[in-house]
């Protein structure tokens, strides 16, 4: 069983900037990519950024230059650096991760299974 809990979240104004956190605690052998999703009302959920226990890295277009993300494998978590924000960033986000579990059976270690945080709100005013 695993779980993912997302902080980092809160109120910002225009330009400012955000750090989200998402911690994977549980039965986890080994976790490949991690990555964070977005939704904001009245829009479809959207992949923001991703990264693979490689390395590999992919963004969405909107928050290339502006989001970074990264991961400490020591630490399960995967982390968000929001910077240059604007009011269009407001959203839930929430961390996934694709995961081995102990106990399970792979194999194809590359897919394991999908884990998905709880979600934590950034607001943008202005």
């Known amino acids: 069983q695993v779980q993912l809990v997302e902080s980092g979240g809160g109120l910002v104004q225009a330009g400012g900037s955000l750090r989200l956190s998402c911690a994977a605690s549980g039965s986890i052998f080994s976790i490949n990519g991690m990555g964070w999703y977005r939704q904001a009302p009245g829009k479809q959920r959207e992949l923001v950024a991703g990264?693979?226990?490689?390395?590999?890295?992919n963004y969405a277009d909107s928050v290339k230059g502006r989001f970074t993300i990264s991961r400490d494998n020591a630490k399960n978590t995967v982390y968000l650096q929001m910077n240059s924000l604007t009011p269009e960033d407001t959203a839930v986000y929430c961390c996934n991760a694709d995961i081995l579990v102990m106990g399970s059976t792979y194999y194809d270690l590359s897919r394991g299974d999908d884990y998905w945080g709880q979600g934590t709100q950034v607001t943008v005013s202005s």
């Open positions: 990264i693979r226990s490689g390395g590999n890295l």
